[in-house]
């Protein structure tokens, strides 16, 4: 129901809260959750692990570390009907060179194609600060081309803008 979806959204922005202002990148939150029992798997914000991690990446390093899998192989772990709540869109390309979450996220798919996450529940788009549209636009289609619905969860945008962009000029 939406309304769930819009209590896993707020609860992403809580985690965004808590990540350390830094104006090279956005402040997000994300949440992993297991649809089939609607529970929560992992939350995860920018920056809450080393390595200048993003928030959904923070995710599934958390699950594959529980799990007893490097973050690579989390795809061998998760649940099959498996989703993720970010406030900011997945990232196509990152300044840093860093492999973006859109890649991340495909390769939560089994070899098989079954499994992995299956949804991508999104506060808002990326605004185009350090990455251009035609780029996000080509990370938008890689997840639908791979099945990977994009849904867009309405009414935080503005706060999640605020928190994103905490601490840049
Ligand atoms: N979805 C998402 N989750 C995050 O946790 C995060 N920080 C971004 N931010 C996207 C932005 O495009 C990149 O932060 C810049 O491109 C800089 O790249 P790095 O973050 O330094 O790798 N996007
Ligand atoms: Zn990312």
Redesign the pocket.
């Given at each position: 129901t939406s309304n769930n979806h819009l209590a896993y959204m707020q609860l992403a922005l809580a985690q965004a809260k808590q990540s350390p202002p830094k104006d090279?990148?956005?402040r997000?939150g994300a949440v992993l959750v297991d649809a089939e029992s609607n529970t929560i798997l992992t939350t995860g914000y920018?920056l809450e692990l080393p390595g200048?991690t993003?928030?959904?990446q923070v995710c599934l390093i958390k699950y594959a570390k529980a799990h007893d899998v490097p973050e690579e192989r989390v795809s061998e772990v998760l649940p099959t009907n498996t989703v993720i709540y970010?406030t900011?869109?997945?990232?196509a390309k990152?300044?840093?060179g860093?492999l973006p979450?859109v890649e991340r996220i495909l390769r939560t798919r089994k070899v098989d194609g079954e499994g992995g996450i299956r949804k991508v529940y999104v506060g808002m788009k990326?605004p185009e600060k350090?990455?251009k549209e035609g780029e996000l636009k080509s990370g938008r289609m890689k997840l639908e081309d791979a099945g990977i619905e994009c849904v867009a969860v309405p009414g935080l945008e503005s706060e999640i803008m605020d928190v994103a962009t905490t601490g840049h000029q």
């Amino acid at each position: 129901t939406s309304n769930n979806h819009l209590a896993y959204m707020q609860l992403a922005l809580a985690q965004a809260k808590q990540s350390p202002p830094k104006d090279s990148n956005f402040r997000v939150g994300a949440v992993l959750v297991d649809a089939e029992s609607n529970t929560i798997l992992t939350t995860g914000y920018t920056l809450e692990l080393p390595g200048n991690t993003h928030a959904e990446q923070v995710c599934l390093i958390k699950y594959a570390k529980a799990h007893d899998v490097p973050e690579e192989r989390v795809s061998e772990v998760l649940p099959t009907n498996t989703v993720i709540y970010t406030t900011i869109e997945p990232c196509a390309k990152r300044l840093s060179g860093k492999l973006p979450c859109v890649e991340r996220i495909l390769r939560t798919r089994k070899v098989d194609g079954e499994g992995g996450i299956r949804k991508v529940y999104v506060g808002m788009k990326e605004p185009e600060k350090f990455i251009k549209e035609g780029e996000l636009k080509s990370g938008r289609m890689k997840l639908e081309d791979a099945g990977i619905e994009c849904v867009a969860v309405p009414g935080l945008e503005s706060e999640i803008m605020d928190v994103a962009t905490t601490g840049h000029q």
